[in-house]
């Protein structure tokens, strides 16, 4: 009999995959599971719909279902995409689809599942690790860990004890200023690359904002990959961010300022400043932003557990911003990202409630809305936008501010002589009974913007900075040596930048200085001890080398802003009290302490306030 003149599935691939037989009765009840007792799936063969001319020997088909994990590489290499179907199609669709459609000789459906299944997704998986670690891939040229090669969930396990700023730098000192942090990612330390990289013709933002927000679709302005509708969205921010709009915020500064002082005065022992400082930064923030809605100050604890959540929030974010796919995917599941969603949730309330609310003063929110605009300028942006939007000024905000006055505190306690000069600077212009909230002299007080810049540098509130991508359907971006092709991602990462002594001479010291002789400042004489031994010949200056709010057109909004909370805190605390540390405190812990999820993490400095005469 020819395969063709024989009846469909009456007979089977033998042994050695040529010779036919035909079946008994019992192995066609076998076959197509005629005895309705029997449980009918694991036990059938996978002949369902096929004809013996079409089954297919094991090797066959274990052959073809690496030949389409092969294929199925190539796919994941040439479209990035974060839907969930797409994916999941991707990773099971192709051995579902060997399994239902072809038959395979003598294997039940449970066989086929385990077998085609995993050479289905080993293959994938050794491809890409084969090509990822190959002279073929894109980035190849560039050095780093191979676990780095391999997989970003490498760097994300790197990161869970918060010290990834100092790995990166570590790798930098190592490999040299580009190097290889995740398969297509790079991390670069080069000054002269910021402003071509992050200026104004600069590379878009990345995805890792997916990741931290757990969707590709609702995002806040930090995360809008595309340049043009970033900058759309960011006109709203910068009229809120203006100088007339941070003259209106100025009294609400100046009015919570005053309330943590006042607070500050009523507590006997010792106090843990930065859980105080996180307090006022979020009552400030939540009323610039949404004219009120926390009084932690008042509370004097964390009445809702607001800094609990983000601390964890920043955690969680910060591992699904290595692996944005993963974020979506967990996103999708609200109590495996705990406080991330909790904290998402929260910061939308907050905007919902304002929204509803309507506006009784121009807070930051006046301006998201377009309520400033005159009726009729364009569509108003929906609810959405303005939730997502609402949740980005929360974190960024109240975080980074609080980190960088907590780490000021910190340095003043361990450099008597700055914080000596610091004092006779403020004290010059805010005597006892001078109101420490006007920020009339600001301008005139060159230590205190030394001193908060050198805290920046030293201790940068966002230690990685804010990451990038060449587009993937753009061209290749091409800068003397540095080669990005398209889809590259990539971060001038700040912390290995402000600790580069090719910037900043002795850059892991804390010295105000630097920036006053760099300045060429007469307030310090060349000879001072303070320059400890250099002159302006020999200073390591480069500003360029600075960037704590990140560079260009897509830097911190906020930053006119945080300075100026910085500089009116700073006054009002120091004006009133004089700061000493605890006595059994443990310095190296502020070190230890500094953690990058990124944001930095707020060390506990616990401290006895002295009021002063
Ligand atoms: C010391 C305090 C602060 C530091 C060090 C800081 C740092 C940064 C950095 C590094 C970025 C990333 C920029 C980029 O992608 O290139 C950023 C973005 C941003 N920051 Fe700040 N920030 C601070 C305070 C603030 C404050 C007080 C606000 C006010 C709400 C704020 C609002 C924002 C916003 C809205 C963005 C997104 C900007 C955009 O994507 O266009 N930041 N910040």
Known sequence: MTGQDRPRGFGRLGHDGRQWRNNTPMELERTYNLNPTRPPLF???????????????PAQAIMIAACLGLVAHQVFRKY??????????????????????VS???????HAVLVLYPTYLATLATSTVIYRLSPFHPLARYPGPIGCKISKLYLAAICVPGYQHKYIKALHDRYGDVVRIGPNELSIRDASLIDPLLGSSGVPKGPHYIGRMLSATALPMVGIQDTDAHLRRRKNWQRGMGAGAIKEYEQIIARRARQFVARLEEQKGTVVIGTWVNYFMYDVTLEIAFGGGSELLEAGHDKGNVWALLNDGMFIATLF???????????????????????????AECAATRVKKGSAEKDLFYYLNQEDLPPNTGQPPPMEQLVDDGALAIVAGADTTSSAVTALVYCLLTHPGVYDRLQDEIDGFYPPGEDATSTEHHREMPYLAAVIKEVLRVYPPVPGGSQRQVPPDGPVVL????????????WCHIYSTHHDPRNFTNPSSFWPERWLLASADPSLPPSSPAARGFDRATLVHNEAG?????????????????MQEMRMVVCALLQRFRICAQEEWDRGSFERGYRDYFTSTRPEVPVLLEVRA
């Open 43 to 57: 036990l059938a063969p996978t002949t369902m719909p096929a004809s013996a001319d079409e089954a297919l020997s």
């Open 80 to 101: 990035e995409t974060y839907n969930t179907a797409v994916h999941a199609a991707l990773l099971f669709g192709p051995p579902t689809l060997i399994i239902a459609f």
């Open 104 to 110: 395979v000789s003598r294997w039940s459906l449970l």
């Open 321 to 347: 911003g290595h692996a944005p796919w993963l974020g979506v995917y967990v996103g999708k599941i609200p109590a495996a990202t705990g406080n991330l969603s909790i904290l998402l949730n929260r910061c």
């Open 479 to 490: 800068l003397g040596d540095l080669y990005l092709p398209p889809g590259t991602i990539f």
């Open 546 to 562: 600075f960037m704590p709010f990140s560079h260009g057109p897509m830097n911190c909004v906020g930053k006119t802003l945080a």
